[in-house]
């Protein structure tokens, strides 16, 4: 569906974008993540047609970036960063601009507004003017906009930022709807979010990719090493050491605290499998009170901050 | 085209919904009215004369006016983003807003339809020369509209806009009346550049061609170069 190869964007002697390369395939979710400023932004700019590479090349379906930047515009839905849009307009005649401006008949225009009023839920705001509104209704009003000629690829550029926590469920929860039928590329950098809605997440920094794997691939490859936490009563550090480095997998076992006689301890292991059964098992031979413990559940963020790490 | 013509309808509806085209039309109407009725019954002449020959001076300050926010705003507000993402190009774009603004100020001289007709009314009013001007005020409109389109392409502040916009205007109107510090082989040329001269021609009810051509030329080479700031800026 979408084709980017080695995209590079310079602002002046600042490289934004450096080599880029990827493919998203049809009715694919995908997320852009990257720590501010690693050029999230200005991909999708390019990708759009807003910016103008300086070098490397985008295909759509069949058009090229360079020659047929107008048919890609057709194909595609934008809601830039903030939702930036004429804020003197009522929101009802904004939509009627925007479906005039991308050709819909205007037989069909009324009840395409209507199903997208109801789509965004922003049925009650039709007749204000756009700076009236708050932040999340904005927000999804410029989907909407996006969303108005039914477009086969949807780019939304941090759809989630500024929002509350009801209102981001909300609008994930239509873009996993719209995701269903289209291709869905969005930036963010909560990476929960991208954990939620992507099917495939792409990590840029500075500018480079530096990982571009399915989410679950990405998920497996960050539980790679897991850590256990315990807590215990009634125990010496040297003796639970002594029986728990008999379990297989354990290969650090490491004291957070002791106070007052309960040892916080973290144990990393190795191997993808729960061992937490083994760990009971020992603990149960023994005297010691086992008052927690917990696997913590290694996702996106450690790699997420592994491969974005400053050096 | 058909997508400069929403882009059009879009901005004309814009001016009319804030209250800055109401300002700047009350603006206009107060000076010229002004200025032309205060020495209008010393001189006790029906014609429009006084009228058309303040035009050019007061649209060099009331066109970069009008047009300073069109492309400025759109950029200081992100809404060029949105707009340029859709499946329009920048021919439309421009063409849009300069047509916007060429109507804007063709719905501000409707009003003052009212001295033509009072004057009419009081003498032997000579229409040619009135149809002349306002066909000239138009054209010169025009030409102004896309010296202001392109200024206002070149930054996101209005101010600014307006105040680049106004410079160039003021300097077409005044080239020909300062032509007296010029050296003597570029006279003509110099006359030629003037605003002033080709409306005042115009607005005898005189129609050269070379007054048209002049309009037209100042038009299409800022929009020209609006189109080029545009396509330069991504």
């Known amino acids: 569906m979408i084709h980017v190869e080695s995209l590079t964007k310079y602002y002046n002697d600042l490289c934004a974008v450096d080599q880029i390369s990827f493919d998203i395939s049809k009715g694919e979710i995908m997320g852009l993540l990257g720590p501010n400023g690693a050029g999230k932004t200005t991909t999708l700019q390019i990708l759009t047609g807003f910016l103008r590479p300086t070098s490397g090349s985008i295909r759509v379906k069949d058009y090229s970036i360079d020659e047929d930047s107008l048919q890609i515009k057709k194909l595609l839905g934008y809601l830039p960063e903030s939702a930036p849009l004429y804020h003197d307009m009522l929101v009802y005649d904004y939509l009627n601009y925007v479906a005039n401006i991308r050709r819909i008949d205007s037989s069909k225009k009324i009840s395409r507004i209507r199903h997208l009023a109801d789509l965004c839920s922003i049925r009650e705001v039709m007749h204000k003017t756009i700076n009236e509104l708050s932040k999340g209704f904005k927000q999804r009003v410029g989907l ?74 990405l998920k497996q490859s960050a539980s790679g090493n897991n850590l256990i936490s315990i807590s215990l009563q009634n125990a010496k550090l040297e003796s639970v050491k002594q029986q728990l480095t008999s379990i297989s997998g354990i290969s650090d076992i490491l004291q957070v605290s002791d106070d007052n006689g309960i040892l916080n301890l973290e144990l990393t292991c190795m191997s993808a499998a729960d061992i937490r059964g083994d760990i009971y098992k020992k603990v149960r031979q023994t005297d010691w009170i ?7 559940t290694q996702t996106l963020e450690n790699i997420f901050r592994e491969l974005t790490r400053e050096n | 085209m058909r997508q400069a013509f929403f882009i059009f309808k879009r901005e004309f509806r814009t001016y009319f919904v804030s209250p800055i085209a109401y300002i700047v ?55 060029y983003e949105t707009l340029l993402t859709m499946p329009v190009t920048f021919l439309d774009v421009v063409l849009g807003k300069f047509m ?61 806009a307006f ?56 038009s299409f080479i800022g929009l020209y170069g609006t189109h080029l700031v545009l396509q330069e800026k991504n």
């Open chain 2, 100 to 160: 916007a603004s060429v109507a804007f100020i063709a719905a501000m001289l409707v009003p003052t339809l009212a001295y033509p007709l009072t004057v009419g009314f009081l003498g032997q009013l000579d229409w040619g020369p009135v149809v002349g001007g306002y066909i000239g005020a138009i054209l010169l409109g025009a030409a102004f509209s896309a010296i202001g389109l392109l200024s206002s392409s070149m930054t996101r502040n209005q101010i600014i």
């Open chain 2, 25 to 79: 039309i009350s603006f206009f109407l107060l000076v010229t009215g002004w200025f032309f009725f205060t020495t209008f019954f010393l001189y006790n002449q029906a014609n429009l004369r006084n009228f058309f020959s303040l035009l050019p001076i007061i649209f060099s300050f009331v066109v970069p006016a009008i047009t300073m926010r069109l492309f400025s705003e759109e950029f200081n507000v992100g809404s």
């Open chain 1, 144 to 217: 909407a906009h996006a969303m108005m000629d039914d477009p086969e690829i949807l780019v939304l550029d941090e759809p989630t930022s500024g929002l509350d926590p009801n209102q981001i469920i909300e609008i994930r929860d239509i873009i996993k709807q719209i995701g269903k039928e289209k291709t869905v590329i969005l930036s963010t950098h909560i990476l929960s979010e991208a954990e939620a809605t992507c099917d495939r997440i792409v990590i840029i920094n500075k500018g480079k990719i530096v990982a571009n794997d399915s989410t679950q691939a």
């Open chain 2, 163 to 218: 105040i680049t916009g106004m410079a160039i205007c003021f300097c077409l109107v005044m080239i020909d009346k300062m032509l007296f510090f010029l050296p003597r082989f570029s006279l003509v040329f110099f006359q030629y550049l003037g605003a002033d001269h080709h409306f005042q021609n115009i607005s005898k009810g005189i129609i050269d061609s070379r007054d048209i051509l002049y309009f037209l030329s100042i």
């Open chain 1, 290 to 296: 086992l008052l927690e413990m917990h696997q913590e």
